[in-house]
Nanobody, 114 residues
Framework: QVQLVESGGGLVQPGGSLRLSCAASGSIFSIYAMGWYRQAPGKQRELVAARTLGSSTNYADSVKGRFTISRDNSKNTVYLQMNSLKPEDTAVYYC????????WGQGTQVTVSS
């Protein structure tokens, strides 16, 4: 079973930036499209960014132009660069395949607040 470990979250002021990382165990990482998801308190988990095996990317309208997803298959790692953060971006962020196949990791908390 693939294990996912997210990191890079924290407390940041509105307008700030964070870079999240997600490391996946196993060698099958490179054959899946990957995505970043988030879940805010009281809300359902949502897909915010996805990257296919090639270079295609998709973003939720709420983060388009501010977030960038990238991947390094040699490191079995997917990243999420988040700029111009807003309080409504506050959530626990997770990575998984797109659509999600693997067991969810623990996620990383992102809090945007002044």
């Amino acid at each position: 079973q693939v294990q996912l470990v997210e990191s890079g979250g924290g407390l940041v002021q509105p307008g700030g930036s964070l870079r999240l990382s997600c490391a996946a165990s196993g060698s099958i990482f490179s054959i899946y499209a990957m995505g970043w998801y988030r879940q805010a308190p009281g809300k359902q988990r949502e897909l915010v960014a996805a990257r296919t095996l090639g270079s295609s990317t998709n973003y939720a309208d709420s983060v388009k132009g501010r977030f960038t997803i990238s991947r390094d298959n040699s490191k079995n790692t997917v990243y999420l660069q988040m700029n111009s953060l807003k309080p409504e971006d506050t959530a626990v962020y997770y990575c998984n395949t797109d659509p999600p196949y693997w067991v969810w990791g623990q996620g990383t908390q992102v809090t945007v607040s002044s």
